[in-house]
């Protein structure tokens, strides 16, 4: 599958909407808040996680990079009952159907970073908010596009000299490379 932060987010939202069951919005639209209850989501970037890895070349000498990407996923509750509806939807990651839904986006559930109460008074009334965070892992496939990603084909290399079991001297070898695929 190929690697879209627009399908990684759907699918998200897809997940978190249909188990809190209350009005989600991605966080920072500008547009005014929904009234409370009301939750707001906001991903982090992606990071790399190890070595991506390049594909076999193809017949025409063409090659794709593929790698594990990490983010966080940030979720805001805010009115009563937050601290339920967080357990829920944690809860909902250990499920088939949540995790079939998810993998169907590419995405994988890695671990929970945090959860807390982050009630504060706004303008002389507290309002009531939780705060959880998620780590989710992606495969970033097909970032390159193979027709773009040149490798290169060393297609012949001769080696002229002599050893008679000692140790080979490089300035005593003479090394001819033919053309590589362009």
Known sequence: MSFSSNTI????????YGIAAVTTVW?????????APFM??????FQKIGWDYQSPTNDAG????YGNREFILEIN??????????EK??????SF????????????YVDKVSQQNVTELVESAYEERHMMELKFRVSNQGITDPDLFDTGIISTVEIAGENSGGVIDPEDLEVTVGEPYT
């Open 89 to 94: 939807l944690t809860t909902s990651l250990q």
């Open 40 to 45: 707001t989501l906001n991903m982090t970037g």
């Open 77 to 86: 509750y805010y009115g009563s009952g937050g601290l339920d509806k967080l």
């Open 62 to 65: 063409k090659a794709a990079l």
């Open 27 to 35: 966080r920072y639209l500008n547009a005014p808040l929904p009234n």
């Open 97 to 108: 159907p949540v995790n079939q839904q998810l993998a169907a986006s590419g995405i994988v």
């Open 9 to 16: 987010q759907d699918a998200l939202y897809d997940w978190v």
